[in-house]
């Protein structure tokens, strides 16, 4: 299982990024595809999409 981040924004919606590989991916460099939150980080802040639509409603 490879690692991830998972950010949390403000608006309930969740983004992975890339963290680390498995030891069977790592011999690749290509995730396996299975994912493992290694920590969840919770931002103040509206997720990229919600933030647009902000943006266009105003």
Known sequence: MCRY????HSCKH???AFAAFCNPASLIQN???V????QTIRLDELCEDCREAMKKAA
């Open 35 to 38: 994912r493992h939150i290694w």
């Open 31 to 33: 995730p396996c595809g």
């Open 14 to 16: 969740t983004s992975l």
């Open 5 to 8: 981040y998972a950010h949390l």
